[in-house]
């Protein structure tokens, strides 16, 4: 079970460059998670990986209507970031004195109580101020940064990962982790309720009512179940205030703590890009997923011939998760609510299973034989052995040659053919290719003294 990731938050007043080094930390590491902001406003929320540690990095400065007060800015987003961050990052301009302002932003980091870095920003300009005149702030640890120029950034992430405990698998309890993922008001309170089997969850017509993450644990045939009930995200467009931005977050969070998601579809409102987005998300995390169209009591014609009609027209909606089944439920009447228990359990042990090296082998040569990549003149791929080299989700490694030529449509067939093999329901499989000159290149880094690139090909 992988561990919780933390959570950074970055602070500061207006026109610092709070968001251009929140794009550099997270940009540069090619780790963009989520684009929810206002129509007009930069990423809020990242997802950063910096050697062996991750974390979420999350811009306030995005969070608030500029029009407001300073002040009344300033402590909403302390407020927000102290319950929600670990690790506070203040950013001001080196080449201004320090103000008010600045204080007031200092002063209301560290009675957060939490850890507190100090960021002076713009240090590559001329007027760069000395060092000395930001410890007036009271805040320990300083680190010069200039996010136009790549300043400094590397040593901010170190230090971050000094602070923060690295990511790693926890050795616990044999518990399946459920998230319910959706739009606001789609019926995953309801949901929650229904599969819980008491009012866990304040249900009302609100959208967005669910502020946190809800949770309650259930045993269900012999294994323990912990559901996580998340505050639904809006379009980026509609998060107008800040705690809604903040609940996006915490849907990422359980996306990223999760075993299985099930993905809520409003009946009323089918397919949506947003929709489309969070099962990218779930996929890109690896997480198993389910797709469940919610509110069913309330479709008058409820036979056969409305869900056959509606479910192709759901599976073309969704076909880069074509993996994922579909289920129609109803909290109201307690249509497949038990079943959708049975799917988790079922998906499950599907991103467990192992594999034989030997029945891969052969399904690997099989496939080649039938249908040969293609390549460039006297440089066709040739895909020599497939071993899996994890679980949940399962990965495999094709070892080979001139593999940078593998088109991304031999990749599916490949991954095609292996679920023909072996069913993986519910679960994205993961696929790497090692060429046999990296392993060579391995070799020569091991015997250098570095460490190798990793059975993952990363």
């Not at 794009?23 to 990986?49: P, S, W, Y």
């Not at 739009?183 to 599969?195: A, D, E, H, Q």
């Not at 205030?241 to 903040?246: A, L, M, S, T």
């Not at 880069?320 to 109201?332: E, H, R």
Request: some cysteine.
């Amino acid at each position: 079970m992988a561990s919780k990731l933390p959570t950074v938050a970055i602070i500061g007043q207006a026109n610092v460059g709070k968001s251009s080094l929140f794009n550099r930390m997270v940009q540069a590491k090619q780790a963009i998670v989520a684009r929810e902001a206002g129509t007009t406003r930069d990423n809020v929320i990242g997802k950063v990986l910096h050697k062996d540690h991750a974390f979420w990095l999350v811009d306030t400065a995005g969070l608030k209507d500029p029009n407001d007060e300073f002040e009344a800015s300033i402590q909403d987003q302390i407020t927000d970031a102290a319950e929600t961050a670990d690790i506070i990052l203040v950013v001001v301009d080196s080449t201004r004195y320090v103000g008010d302002e600045d204080r007031l932003v200092a002063k209301k980091a560290l009675r957060s109580k939490k850890p507190v870095i100090l960021l002076t920003n713009k240090s590559d300009l001329a007027g760069s101020l000395d060092e000395t005149e930001f410890r007036r702030l009271g805040i320990k640890d300083i680190i010069r940064t200039s996010a136009e120029h790549n300043v400094g950034i590397e040593d901010v992430l170190d230090r971050l990962s000094e602070m923060l405990p690295a990511v790693k698998d926890i050795p616990e309890e044999d518990v399946l982790r459920v998230a319910l993922i959706g739009r606001p008001n789609v019926g995953k309170s309801n949901l929650f309720n229904s599969l819980a089997g008491k009012q866990q969850a304040i249900v009302a017509n609100i959208a967005g009512t669910t502020r946190d993450i809800n949770r309650v644990r259930v045993n269900y045939k012999g294994q323990a179940i912990e559901l996580l009930d998340t505050a639904g995200m809006r379009r980026p467009g509609k998060q107008e205030v800040g705690i809604e931005k903040f609940s996006v977050l915490r849907s990422l969070q359980a996306i990223e703590e999760s075993d299985v998601c099930f993905l809520l579809l409003d009946v009323n409102e089918l397919g949506t890009q947003l929709d489309q987005r969070l099962a990218g998300i779930i996929d890109e995390a690896g997480k198993g997923l389910v797709v469940v169209v919610s509110k069913w009591d309330i479709v008058e014609e409820k036979d056969a011939f409305t869900r056959d009609a509606l479910a192709p027209k759901i599976a073309n909606t969704f076909d880069f998760v074509p993996w994922a089944p579909l289920i129609f439920t109803s909290s109201v009447t307690g249509q497949n609510v038990t079943k959708l228990f049975d799917l988790a359990l079922e998906i499950k042990d599907r991103r467990a299973q192992q594999t034989k090296t030997r029945v891969l082998n052969d399904m690997l040569q099989r496939a080649v034989g039938a249908h040969p990549p293609a390549g460039l003149k006297n440089t066709h791929p040739k895909l020599r052995y497939i071993v899996q080299t994890d679980t949940t989700p399962p990965w495999f490694v094709i070892y080979g040659s001139n593999l940078k030529f593998v088109h991304w449509s031999y990749k599916r067939y490949l991954e095609n053919t292996l679920r023909e093999t072996y069913d993986y329901i519910g679960t994205p499989i993961k696929f790497s290719f090692i060429d046999e000159k990296q392993i060579k290149d391995n070799r020569e880094r091991i015997a250098a003294g570095k460490d190798p690139i990793d059975k993952k090909g990363k």
